[in-house]
């Protein structure tokens, strides 16, 4: 890269003054000619942000397809059509495509971040080039350009601003959090400022509020601090979900199981009981389909969307599936301050008058609100009046204007207020509507401005001349508002017991001690103050200096009001709870220590009770000088970080998730995207959040109500209990079916016969499995859910008690089917074709024990072998449902009342599968395809009774396996060498491509791991987690 590009790159600019800038670009004042601009345009190339790399669609689906399980089925597929067996090659392709296709749906979507940032670029720019002014496509502007900008504008570049004119403002709040617009000035700034401190500087794609001004381009493209931020976005790795790792961990280690015994089932009937090689292949694909199972990717993932569905109906929509269940672990939740925990509105909160302070009710550019006294009493109308005599001033002496938008998208409000000018002269109309103007419009035309002295940082305060009325010849007043410091001095009079027409001395300690009293809390004060104006005082050429250059102090100190972003009354209640779930909430904004600190005490983040001096507030500055040790040792200490860059959020999120901790990260502007990517759970705003914002983010707020994060996370810890009681559900019965397959080789049934077929178990994965799975994800809440502390970072979902369970319940689901498939065929009575297909057995017998050669009988599908595989298969799906029973209440009974009464779809669930098992059982045409025939009342029966037995079976085991047997399986599951792997941390993308399957797949299941293995120590070296978050959450599963 070219030196000069570099100094593009690495100067910091505001650091330095203007002749020195325009000595290192290369310009002047009179800008660049066209032909130097075009030599820098080849050079730098265009104003535009770098694209983002999208994957193709086949890509997409590779990445769906690329899966041991797809891959097994597929080989399952192809084996079955080398053996023709059409019917199971169509099943297996089915449930491929449908794994896909839901995969392609949930998971699909392009990131979007960085085009989003692009579209908030400035189309057009103003440049000075030969002296001359033009307007020229923002793409085209160049580093050395001299760009001219004014109210309205977007700036189309990072500008050093060389002149300012008018109170040149510019709102920054997408970069920085700060509400207010930005006053500039053309001074040197500290070479360590915050991105929100650098008050020469302009940012690109930052809006001019006020005045006007010239700068010059230092900053374009990915070089500009918004392009900076689409580079951190683009480049950030997203988090993938607990669930995520551990469903790609299990896949791996269901696999290598599938694998050994899919083997172990081929020697055994090709070796052993010489099968024929294509007779042998079918056992190999029935185990193989009975132990994978299909539907369980299904079943988690519309388990996941219709949470999703009833996340959306209460205003939480999420972008990316898994993230439902990451929401029931997160431990720390860091959020924006301005637009999340507040509303982004000024409002008055405070107006401090001679006689007492008093406080107005009310939240944001809503005139909903009344003035209270001291004791939080509403104050009688006739005092409100005189109270909106007295301030008229603040809504006369006013350019801002508010107006009801009826057409808004936002379906929680009736009537959306929107401001137009500054926010702190919008929150001032706001308080005069509150003590009851009811148009603004007609209250100014009452009383006519006739003159006036705009505001202008240098004075710190603006006047207006207004008449008493309408007539010729009214009395003229003054109405002054601004910096208290400034007003204060300029002050002869104050009001006396809140009365117009009572004044006396004014006491300038006694206002400039509430003033700093009012600001120590972090709020913005203003003086307002009037005088009777004399006609002949009033020119078109009025200045500040009608108030600075005054031979005395003439003006009446009417009051101070104090101005501030408020905290949303749903954001207090819902740290609250939060903090009773032991979810610690962390602030992270880009506004001034003393405001956030303010707010944070307002919310309950830090102690209310705490002097400021006892809090501690790090600042970004303060967290660029640390290295990653240092922010580690303060991270969790501390819950208010200030003066924040876009850097410092990724950096704290990053240092929170090295801690142990699971993130969420919620915000609304441009430079919180980066940070909520970096998050395990980004969260934006729906309503005022920028459109990076919420593509970056994996959920957004439509009602832009912090309160429904704590919702959220409430309906991911049922999710991940429902997940893990279908888990708890699905394992054994899949083990159950492929295990009746392989024993029956092991256990010589009938000559080795096979009690259910490929496509029988397909049917039970992909539609009884399915189907109870569903009624299962449709479990309420238990009632102590955020009560518990968070679950603990690396819980795992196929835990010891699954493990057991594989065990025990398919154990005893083998047994039943083994045993209804025997006795089923032992008390049938053979048919001719059954005693033909003996006497060609033994003969192929004989001639291979005198020919060595390979049976080549094929086994017939007898009316004997279809009524006993029907039995099996009807035992399976009845004794399902009956363990699906037990599984709705982990440790509690399934005894009790809240069986019938709780949870309809269990029942309407049960009724289907009974349904569909008598349509394949006695419907001819499909039961031979099913590999089924009528059964009787007796088979029935004791179907029905072993069904019972497994029931309750099951119960007895949790009253006596929790204390007895659970035990043991801790103990001999327990790690050996290292210690456990509570404190796993969440692997990215990238990462996971590095996993080591087996030492991770043994640990997903709670099996040992090797001391001293490369995942050992990745895994386990992270720190605890914050208060409560070490608990367990849940079951011990």
């Not at 117009?500 to 700093?516: C, F, H, R, T």
């Not at 880009?590 to 102690?607: C, N, Q, W």
């Not at 920028?690 to 409430?714: C, G, H, Y």
């Not at 797949?1001 to 895994?1019: C, D, K, V, Y």
């Amino acid at each position: 890269m070219p030196d000069t590009e570099m100094a593009v790159e690495e100067t910091k600019w505001h650091s330095i003054a203007v002749a020195e800038i325009l000595t290192l670009q290369s310009t002047s004042p009179d800008g660049l000619s066209d032909s130097e601009a075009e030599g820098r345009l080849k050079k730098f190339g265009t104003n535009e942000l770098t694209p983002p790399p999208k994957p193709s669609f086949l890509m997409k689906v590779f990445i769906q397809v690329n899966n041991i399980l797809i891959y097994i089925l597929i080989a399952a597929a192809i084996v079955a059509g080398i053996l023709q067996d059409w019917a199971e090659v169509a099943l297996i392709g089915g449930v491929v495509v449908i794994n896909v296709t839901i995969g392609l749906v949930q998971e699909g979507r392009a990131e979007q971040a960085a085009a989003a940032i692009q579209g908030m670029l400035s189309s057009k720019a103003t440049v000075i080039r030969g002296g001359e002014r033009k307007m020229i496509d923002a793409k085209n502007v160049v580093p050395g350009d001299v760009c001219f900008i004014q109210s309205g504008d977007r700036c189309p570049a990072d500008l050093r601003m060389i002149e300012v004119t008018g109170n040149c403002g510019i709102l920054e709040a997408m970069l920085t959090g700060e509400s207010n617009p930005i006053s500039k000035h053309t001074d040197v700034c500290l070479p360590q400022s915050a991105l929100g401190d650098r008050k020469n500087m302009a940012f690109s794609a930052t809006m001019v509020m006020t005045g006007q001004g010239k700068g010059v381009v230092c900053g374009t493209g990915d070089l500009a601090e918004i392009g900076k931020i689409s580079a951190m976005v683009s480049n950030v790795d997203s988090q993938k979900t607990n669930l995520m790792v551990q469903l790609e961990m299990f896949g791996r280690w269901i696999s290598v199981f599938v694998l050994i015994i899919a083997v172990i089932t081929f020697c055994v009937a090709y070796l052993v009981h010489d099968f024929e090689l294509g007779d042998a292949f079918k056992s190999t694909v029935a185990i193989a389909v009975a132990i994978i199972p299909e539907g369980l990717p299904a079943v988690v993932t519309i388990s996941l969307a219709l949470a999703m569905q009833m996340l959306a109906n209460n205003n939480a929509i999420i972008r990316q599936l898994p993230a439902v269940e990451t929401l029931g672990s997160v431990t720390v939740i860091c959020s924006d301050k301005t637009g999340t925990l507040t509303k982004n509105e000024m409002t008055v909160q405070l107006m401090q008058t001679s006689t007492q302070q008093y406080k107005m009710t009310g939240v944001g550019y809503s005139p909903v609100g009344v003035v209270q006294d001291e004791n939080s009493k509403d104050l009688p109308d006739e005092k409100v009046a005189r109270m909106l005599k007295m301030f008229e001033g603040a809504v006369l002496c006013n350019d801002a204007g508010i107006f009801k938008n009826l057409n808004h998208k936002n379906p929680n409000v009736p009537v959306a207020w929107e401001p137009i000018g500054y926010p702190t002269e919008v929150a001032l109309l706001t308080m005069g509507m509150k003590m009851g103007i009811t148009e603004v419009k007609d209250f100014k035309a009452q009383q006519p401005r006739v003159g006036g002295v705009p505001f202008a940082s240098e004075h710190k305060f603006m006047c207006c001349v207004h008449a008493a009325s309408t007539a010729p010849g009214a009395p003229l007043t003054i109405h002054v508002k601004g910096a208290p410091d400034r007003l204060i001095p300029q002050c002869k009079n104050q009001v006396m017991d809140d009365d117009l027409s009572k004044v006396g001395p004014i006491d300038e300690n006694y206002w400039q001690d509430k003033a700093s009293q009012m600001s120590g809390l972090g709020l913005r004060c203003l003086a307002i103050c009037r005088a009777d104006f004399d006609p002949k005082d009033l020119s078109d050429n009025m200045d500040a200096d009608l108030l600075l250059k005054a031979p005395t102090p003439f003006l009446t100190m009417i009051g101070v009001v104090a101005i501030l972003d408020p905290p949303r009354p749903e954001a207090i209640e819902g740290v609250a709870v939060a903090q009773m779930a032991g979810i610690v909430v962390k602030m992270i904004t880009g506004d001034h220590p003393a405001t956030a600190t303010a707010i944070a005490k307002m919310l309950g983040i830090v102690d209310p009770k705490l002097q400021e001096s006892s809090i501690r507030t790090y600042t970004g500055p303060e967290l660029d000088a640390m290295d990653d040790e240092g922010m580690d040792s303060i991270v969790l200490e501390c819950n208010v970080f200030a003066r924040a860059s876009p850097e410092n959020k990724i950096r704290i999120v990053k240092s929170l998730q090295r801690r142990g901790q699971t993130v969420s990260m919620t915000g609304d502007g441009v430079n919180d995207a980066p940070a909520l990517k970096a998050a395990n759970i980004g969260v934006a705003m729906g309503i005022t959040g920028t459109d990076v914002s919420k593509e970056a983010a994996k959920m957004v707020l439509a009602d832009d109500n912090f309160a429904t994060i704590v919702k959220a996370v409430r309906e991911g810890r049922r999710v991940w209990d429902n997940l893990v009681k279908i888990l708890l559900y699905n394992m054994p019965v899949n083990f159950a079916q492929g295990l009746s397959v392989f024993f029956a080789y092991i256990v010589d049934i009938d000559g080795h016969q096979v009690p259910l077929t490929a496509i029988q178990v397909l049917y039970v994965n992909m539609i009884t499995s399915v189907t109870m799975g569903l009624m299962l994800a449709m479990e309420p809440a238990e009632d102590d859910i955020m009560q518990r502390p968070p679950r603990r970072k690396g819980k795992r979902l196929f835990g010891k008690m699954v493990f057991w369970h594989c065990i025990f319940v398919s154990g005893i689901m083998v047994v039943c089917v083994l045993g209804n498939f025997a006795y089923t065929l032992n008390n049938i009575e053979k048919s001719a074709e059954d005693y033909l297909y003996e006497a060609e057995k033994a003969a192929d017998k004989i001639t291979k024990d005198q020919a060595s050669g390979r049976r080549a009988v094929k086994v017939p599908k007898t009316a004997r072998l279809m009524e006993a595989r029907a039995v099996a298969f009807n035992m399976l799906v009845f004794a399902e449902m009956a363990y699906a029973l037990n599984c709705r209440f982990l440790k509690d009974s399934a005894f009790n009342f809240k069986m019938f009464t709780e949870n309809k779809w269990c029942w309407v669930s049960i009724a289907v599968t009974t349904v569909l098992q008598i349509f394949l059982t006695y419907t001819p045409g499909v039961r031979e395809v099913f590999s089924n025939a009528p059964i009787g009342g007796a088979s029935w029966a004791l179907i029905l009774a072993c069904s019972l037995a497994v029931f309750v079976l099951v119960e007895i085991e949790k009253v006596i396996g929790i204390h007895y047997v659970m035990p043991h399986i801790k103990s001999a599951c327990a790690p050996r060498g290292c210690c456990t792997g509570d404190g796993e941390h969440e692997r990215t993308q990238s990462e996971l491509n590095q996993v080591q399957f087996f030492a991770s797949g043994a640990s997903t299941f709670g099996l040992p791991t090797r001391a001293g293995s490369a995942n050992a120590g990745e895994r386990h070296g992270a720190q605890g987690p914050v208060a409560g978050a070490a608990g367990t959450s849940g079951y011990n599963v």
